[in-house]
């Protein structure tokens, strides 16, 4: 059995690759005429920035399995299958970076995402993504089955134990909901008004005009005038003086408020598809004027913690269920995202940081050191507190007189 994937050739699959993007996951039309797919909303910057964002922010974020501990704390588990897969790369040509980045693509576009497991003896061995568009679903009595788009050109139908999905923000439960369809009138305005931009400057940046005689005109006479003006205004004669005879006058138009204020219209789009991503518009480039460092530090952190952490936990959790084992979780075993480098700052801080969990009693010099990813020295792994402090649970000592 041949998967479809990214990398396969012939003329089938070729025909496929050219018509699933317009055909199998094309939206309906917005209101302002613009035709809204996965691959056209891709051509608006403010669409693209935000999924870059999301995708590559939580593609640089490491990726581990822990296994709980007894004692509350949690070890990394080096040693499952599914951890190797997970850092370094599910397949034979994606890493670990590309294949989360992809997931994250077409969860946050599409609101779902399926990837093949393919099983050695029960164990994952693999995870194969498909692309968009080449899978469907099916439900009966809330079990789902998955036709999924094979090389031959043929569907071929698997359990729902052999593809994992990850799911996007959901209304119905079963599937996820496809940010460019729910915004596609806020895209697609931005596309209409990106197209109208262009065609003005296509033309020079320059207004129309009326053009009159004081004769009437046949229709012969009309479509030569006609064609003669739409000669004289293209190419390089667009910025030349008209020359004109027999009492012919031309008008100009001037530019209208509602021209003037295309600019503003389209810093406007960009905010109103952020909000659909729930990204904030500065992570994009699109900075307020009031934005200060101060301010912009406060909106990395909430970043982190309003667009991204919401991405962390759907994924760490869908992989608990779906690609961990019971017997791995009754293990202790789970998926865990560490977005502490996303929240490292200066030098200066971390040293604050450091010290203060250090004078706790919290962390010993050689977690330390692993944070800063520098190798541990004897004697580091003693915790330490400060010699004027007390047990909180004992009375204070009376003071001397």
Sequence with gaps: MSIFVPTASGPKNQAFKESFWSELVAFAKSRSGQSVT????????????????????????PLKLFRKREDGGSDEEREHPLADLLDVGPNDWQTGFDFVENAVIQAALGGNF??????VRGSIKELIPF??????????????????????????????????HLRGPSVDTKTGMAAVRMAREAIGLAMAMEEAHAKLHANGA???????VEQKLDDQQYK?????????????????????????????????????????????????????????PIMIGHA??????ASAEQMFLAHVKYTLQPWFRRIEKSI?????????RAKGIYAKFLPNALMRGA????????????????????????????????????YRVQLNTTDASKPAPEAAL
């Design 38 to 61: 996965l691959a056209s909303s891709l051509e608006v910057t403010a669409v693209l920035g935000c999924v870059r964002v999301i995708s590559e922010d939580v593609a640089q974020v």
């Design 114 to 119: 399926y990837s093949f497991k393919n099983k």
């Design 131 to 164: 692309p968009p568009g080449s899978v469907a679903e099916r439900w009966d009595d809330f079990v789902p089955t998955y036709s999924c788009l094979t090389t031959s050109g043929a569907h071929k139908d698997f359990p729902a134990e052999a593809i994992w």
């Design 206 to 212: 320059q207004t129309s005009g009326m053009y009159s």
């Design 224 to 280: 030569k005038l006609s064609t003669w003006i739409a000669a004289q205004i293209a190419g390089e004669n667009r910025f030349k003086p008209f020359v004109l005879d027999m009492g012919a006058k031309w008008t100009p138009t001037s530019m209208t408020g509602v021209d003037a204020q295309h600019l503003e219209t389209r810093r406007h789009q960009i905010e109103e598809i952020c909000r659909s991503f729930r990204v904030m």
């Design 288 to 293: 307020d004027k009031a934005a200060t460092y």
């Design 320 to 328: 608990d269920k779906h690609l961990l084992t019971r017997e791995d």
């Design 347 to 382: 030098a200066r801080d971390r040293a604050e940081f450091y010290y203060k969990m250090w004078s706790m009693g919290t962390l010993n010099p050689n977690e330390i050191r692993a944070m800063e990813e520098q190798n541990p020295y004897t004697g580091g792994d003693t």
